[in-house]
């Protein structure tokens, strides 16, 4: 599905993303695990072209590295952002038009698809998306995302800050969204949950991928589990 | 004070605001999206004045076919600036902008005295806009009617753009967030453009009820009327498309006032607009219906 290799990203005269390979194969899974500052975000902001990067990225066997992000998004790439981002000052069902809008025809069905999906933000959906919850929100930023029937979705820290009956329940949702055959690039740091859900996964340090594996051996792993996982 | 006076005022007012708020709207939508004050709409609602006068007076078109061609040509030109002098500097600093804005102010100033003159140039009114009615003992031109009449109808169709259509929702997005209204799949540098177009057409339809109701054009005729629109937009609260019609209707009032009820003020008519401006940047920056945009990730 989409395969990078040697990716650097640049702020300026800082190299966060020092040279890195990865690959998501259609239908999977595949985590990108790491400290604060390891270069997660960074990655999937130079995959979509938002930041200053080098390298190759090949998605659907098309060279993308000078796509612009809109250009990429219609072509089937999403990505729910840090921070949830929703729209604050557009209401609920709006954020949905905007994840839509070169979707038109598809609209009216994804719609409802989401809101059955999370009944709680059909029951806000004329409300502005500002007044949300954190975890509205991330279900609205999941939502949103949705709604452009992506091939590739990209999560960054899906479970940041929600309570865990919450996380538990955005988790799930992940692994529906795999079973409809949305191939899923996941960016956690709650590693463990993350390598629960994942086939595959990579290990960011310092913007250098420290190791990568199948992510159920990664949780067998006593070493790694020290090292890597907290425990 | 009389009350047909007052009234008579009053419809002044509102004809006037309208002229202003059309102006105002463009303002405060590009100051939106990019946070940039573009010092040369005023020039871009001049430009619009003397196409709808081209067009009436050399090309023989009638009154609403000159209109349209003003409305096309100043959205056109509105559209173009964006393309050539504002996108190529979309990461410089706001303040390049802002000198970027300046220079066409004086280019197409400039540009029209070398072309056309610097002397007013008598705009060819159509006969049926200056039928006078009278209705009750109030007095006035079909055109000083039609003015707050066709601004009304605009402003609809404006709020309805962005309220209840798609392209409208990404304009309100990009002013809280540039980056995700990217994410959506949409070229934030075409909703830019169109927000250009948008403003430059309404600059256009108030540049020409301006050259109608005072009626001549000339190349400077942008300077003043854009910086009292502008002082509209922020009285109103900048990157409000309500608060600029308020703003305008404000400005307009105050101005219909003075001269009528202040006479011996009236020489100071144009400076109220400046003092309105000092007194809200003084007391409550963000205007009458100021958008917060403390939580924008412009
Ligand atoms: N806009 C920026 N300007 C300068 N440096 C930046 C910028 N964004 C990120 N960085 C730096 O790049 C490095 C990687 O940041 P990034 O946001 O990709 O980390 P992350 O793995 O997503 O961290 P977190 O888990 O905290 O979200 C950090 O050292 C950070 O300081
Ligand atoms: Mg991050």
Same mark, same amino acid.
Do not use: C, W
């Given at each position: 599905?989409?395969?990078?290799?040697?990716?650097?990203? %640049? %702020? *300026?005269?800082?190299?966060?993303?020092? *040279?890195?390979?990865?690959?998501?194969?259609?239908?999977?899974? +595949?985590?990108?695990?790491?400290s604060n500052g390891a270069g997660k975000t960074s990655t999937l902001e130079a995959v979509l072209n938002s930041v200053k990067r080098s390298g190759e990225i090949i998605f659907s066997g098309y060279d993308i590295v000078n796509h612009k992000t809109h250009s990429l998004v219609q072509? *089937?790439?999403?990505? +729910?952002?840090?921070?949830?981002?929703?729209?604050?000052?557009l209401t609920v069902e709006d954020n949905l038009r905007m994840g839509a809008f070169n979707n038109d025809e598809n609209y009216a069905r994804l719609r409802d698809a989401m809101y059955k999906?999370?009944?709680?933000?059909?029951?806000?959906?004329?409300?502005?998306? *500002?007044?949300?919850?954190?975890?509205?929100?991330?279900?609205?930023?999941?939502?949103?995302?949705?709604?452009? $029937?992506?091939?590739?979705?990209?999560?960054? $820290?899906?479970?940041?800050?929600?309570?865990?009956?919450?996380?538990? $329940?955005?988790? $799930?949702?992940? +692994?529906k969204l795999k079973e409809e055959g949305i191939t899923i690039l996941l960016v956690e740091q709650n590693a463990f949950a993350a390598l629960k859900i994942s086939d595959y996964a990579y290990v960011l340090e310092n913007g250098k991928i420290a190791m990568e594996g199948i992510a159920s051996q990664m949780i067998g792993d006593d070493e790694i589990r020290k090292k890597y996982l907290g425990g | 004070? &009389?009350?047909?006076?007052?009234?008579?005022q009053m419809v002044n007012g509102f004809s006037l605001g309208s002229m202003y708020a059309l102006i105002a709207i463009g303002y405060t939508m590009v100051y939106g999206v990019l946070r940039l004050i573009n010092f040369a709409h005023g020039d871009i609602m001049m430009v619009g004045a003397f196409l709808g006068y081209f067009g009436v007076s050399i090309l023989g078109l009638p009154f609403p076919a000159a209109v349209l061609l003003a409305v096309v040509g100043s959205a056109a030109l509105g559209m173009l600036t964006d393309k050539i002098a504002y996108r190529p500097l979309r990461s410089a600093p706001k303040i390049s902008l802002l000198i970027t804005a300046i220079g066409i102010s004086f280019f197409l100033e400039n540009a029209f005295n070398v072309f056309f003159g610097g002397t007013p140039r008598a705009f060819p009114v159509p006969e049926y806009m200056e039928i006078i009615l009278s209705l009750g003992g109030l007095t006035f031109s079909v055109a000083s009617l039609m003015v707050p009449i066709v601004t009304l109808i605009l402003l609809a169709i404006i709020l309805w753009i962005l309220f209840k259509t798609k392209y409208g929702m990404a304009i309100r997005a990009l002013a809280f967030d540039v980056n995700t209204v990217n994410?959506?799949?949409? &070229?934030?540098?075409r909703i830019i453009m169109i927000v250009f177009g948008i403003g430059s057409a309404l600059a256009a339809v108030g540049g020409i009820f301006w050259a109608v109701n005072y009626p001549s054009v000339e190349p400077m005729m942008g300077v003043l009327i854009g910086l009292k629109a502008f002082a509209a937009a922020v009285v109103g609260g900048i990157g409000s498309v309500a608060g600029a019609v308020i703003g305008g209707f404000i400005i307009g009032f105050t101005e219909v006032v003075v001269v009528a009820f202040l006479p011996e003020y009236g020489g100071y008519k144009d400076a109220f607009a400046f003092v309105l401006l000092i007194l809200v940047l003084l007391f409550k920056p963000t205007g009458i219906l100021g958008l917060n945009f403390d939580k924008s990730r412009f």
């Open positions: 599905m989409i395969s990078v290799k040697d990716l650097h990203v %640049y %702020y *300026g005269l800082i190299e966060a993303v020092k *040279g890195i390979d990865f690959k998501v194969d259609e239908g999977k899974i +595949v985590s990108l695990i790491g072509r *089937g790439l999403a990505l +729910v952002p840090e921070g949830r981002r929703v729209f604050i000052n999906l999370f009944p709680r933000i059909k029951e806000k959906r004329n409300q502005m998306a *500002g007044t949300l919850s954190g975890g509205e929100q991330q279900m609205l930023a999941i939502s949103r995302a949705l709604m452009s $029937e992506p091939k590739l979705l990209m999560l960054d $820290e899906p479970s940041l800050g929600l309570a865990p009956k919450i996380v538990g $329940e955005v988790f $799930e949702t992940i +692994v | 004070m &009389d009350f047909t006076v007052f009234m008579q994410l959506m799949g949409i &070229d934030a540098n």
